[in-house]
């Protein structure tokens, strides 16, 4: 009974134009929200060479990822699902799906339909659709596949699952009205459909989850051949107060920002840890950071504006910069950690490895299977 999570990240950040060029550029200021690519400013350097070669190897950090093959049938939907009118949607081997397993699948896919007045939105529907779609006819072949194996649910095990669902609502009566209104108020029905799930969950886990295993010795071997990937730059973990004059500013502008920020950077002098600074930075700095304590999290070299990182490279960690010009801003910042460039030790990243090779596994496990599946089905979407 394995609740799918959504793969649909509704928060986008946008990334500092200035670090990302090397400079800033009039017009442009402190925009944006940097992703979060390392450690906060008290970890150590091992942990940002953990981090640094997680996103080199794209493993997510996000909780939004879709589940590739858990079965969905008997999972509640966090929503009250729309009445869909029975119309098949799919034909598998004879057995006719319906729009009914179809909206099920959608809103599991995508949890955060209460966020939306209980809908899919419209940008996202046509992708979840056609993803739920493919979703409910490769259960229903794993499902057919499973009963020409002959393959059993011991009645203990059902039993089990049932009370895992029962126990998933905060009364009997709301029991009652799920089945009513999902199994036509029979739980038989609803006991049938409990089986074919722990039966789709039972070959996944024979033809795929066990197929899928990566041994210590391919985890070494990897990432004995692909050294690249577990090195990191030299990065600074910084935190900004900005005072920003307006676009194409008189001279009168200019000279009230710069006295705005000659007394910001005499409150950051006063701060005395990250957290003082932070806190002041939610309160004056006027670039986007402002929301994050300021906080930049791990800054590459080659991303620092050249007057930042000439001041960096004479600071230790925890100081604050004198109040810099950077094109026409000005910029305090505090180095809450210089790293220098090195490369992640094995026992550092080997549990993050273990997971993306195993990912990257059962995806190609699970597609040959499909593939599989598919070389004698008929198949037809209605």
């Given at each position: 009974?394995?609740?799918?999570?959504?793969?649909?990240?509704?928060?986008?950040?946008?990334?500092?134009?200035?670090?990302?060029?090397?400079?800033?550029?009039?017009?442009?200021?402190?925009?944006?929200?940097?992703?979060?690519?390392?450690?906060?400013?008290?970890?150590?350097?091992?942990?940002?060479?953990?981090?640094?070669?997680?996103?080199?190897?794209?493993?997510?950090?996000?909780?939004?990822?879709?589940?590739?093959?858990?079965?969905?049938?008997?999972?509640?939907?966090?929503?009250?699902?729309?009445?869909?009118?029975?119309?098949?949607?799919?034909?598998?081997?004879?057995?006719?799906?319906?729009?009914?397993?179809?909206?099920?699948?959608?809103?599991?896919?995508?949890?955060?339909?209460?966020?939306?007045?209980?809908?899919?939105?419209?940008?996202?529907?046509?992708?979840?659709?056609?993803?739920?779609?493919?979703?409910?006819?490769?259960?229903?072949?794993?499902?057919?596949?499973?009963?020409?194996?002959?393959?059993?649910?011991?009645?203990?095990?059902?039993?089990?699952?049932?009370?895992?669902?029962?126990?998933?609502?905060?009364?009997?009566?709301?029991?009652?009205?799920?089945?009513?209104?999902?199994?036509?108020?029979?739980?038989?029905?609803?006991?049938?459909?409990?089986?074919?799930?722990?039966?789709?969950?039972?070959?996944?886990?024979?033809?795929?989850?066990?197929?899928?295993?990566?041994?210590?010795?391919?985890?070494?071997?990897?990432?004995?051949?692909?050294?690249?990937?577990?090195?990191?730059?030299e990065s600074f973990a910084i935190q900004t107060i900005s005072i920003i004059p307006p676009p194409k500013a008189?001279?009168?502008?200019?000279?009230?920002?710069?006295?705005?920020?000659?007394?910001?950077?005499?409150?950051?002098?006063?701060?005395?840890?990250?957290?003082?600074?932070?806190?002041?930075?939610?309160?004056?700095?006027?670039?986007?950071?402002?929301?994050?304590?300021?906080?930049?999290?791990?800054?590459?070299?080659?991303?620092?504006?050249?007057?930042?990182?000439?001041?960096?490279?004479?600071?230790?960690?925890?100081?604050?910069?004198?109040?810099?010009?950077?094109?026409?801003?000005?910029?305090?910042?505090?180095?809450?950690?210089?790293?220098?460039?090195?490369?992640?030790?094995?026992?550092?990243?080997k549990d993050a490895l273990r997971q993306k090779l195993q990912k990257q596994k059962t995806n190609e496990v699970?597609?040959?299977?499909?593939?599989?599946?598919?070389?004698?089905?008929?198949?037809?979407?209605?």
């Amino acid at each position: 009974m394995r609740v799918r999570k959504a793969g649909v990240r509704e928060m986008k950040f946008k990334f500092l134009k200035a670090l990302r060029s090397g400079g800033i550029r009039e017009g442009s200021g402190f925009t944006g929200a940097q992703e979060d690519i390392a450690p906060r400013y008290d970890s150590g350097r091992v942990g940002f060479a953990v981090l640094y070669a997680l996103l080199l190897l794209g493993v997510s950090t996000a909780s939004a990822q879709v589940a590739s093959h858990a079965p969905s049938s008997f999972n509640v939907p966090s929503v009250q699902l729309p009445q869909p009118s029975g119309k098949p949607v799919a034909r598998v081997n004879g057995v006719v799906l319906t729009d009914r397993d179809l909206v099920r699948e959608e809103y599991l896919i995508f949890p955060y339909a209460k966020q939306h007045n209980g809908k899919i939105p419209a940008e996202f529907e046509p992708t979840i659709r056609q993803g739920a779609l493919q979703m409910i006819i490769f259960e229903e072949l794993v499902y057919q596949d499973a009963q020409k194996r002959h393959m059993t649910i011991s009645p203990e095990r059902l039993r089990q699952a049932e009370a895992e669902l029962k126990s998933q609502f905060k009364s009997p009566a709301e029991f009652r009205q799920y089945v009513q209104a999902n199994f036509q108020g029979s739980e038989a029905l609803l006991r049938k459909k409990i089986e074919r799930s722990l039966l789709i969950d039972q070959l996944l886990k024979k033809e795929v989850d066990e197929k899928s295993v990566i041994t210590p010795a391919q985890l070494r071997a990897y990432y004995d051949k692909h050294p690249e990937l577990f090195r990191y730059p030299e990065s600074f973990a910084i935190q900004t107060i900005s005072i920003i004059p307006p676009p194409k500013a008189t001279p009168a502008q200019l000279a009230e920002a710069k006295k705005r920020a000659a007394d910001a950077y005499k409150q950051a002098k006063a701060t005395k840890s990250a957290e003082e600074f932070g806190l002041l930075a939610e309160k004056i700095s006027e670039d986007d950071y402002r929301v994050m304590m300021g906080d930049h999290k791990w800054v590459p070299r080659d991303k620092m504006p050249p007057e930042m990182l000439q001041a960096a490279l004479k600071m230790k960690d925890g100081q604050i910069s004198d109040l810099l010009q950077v094109g026409q801003f000005y910029v305090i910042f505090r180095l809450n950690k210089h790293v220098p460039a090195g490369e992640t030790p094995f026992a550092g990243v080997k549990d993050a490895l273990r997971q993306k090779l195993q990912k990257q596994k059962t995806n190609e496990v699970r597609a040959a299977f499909d593939k599989k599946l598919h070389e004698n089905a008929k198949v037809e979407v209605l």
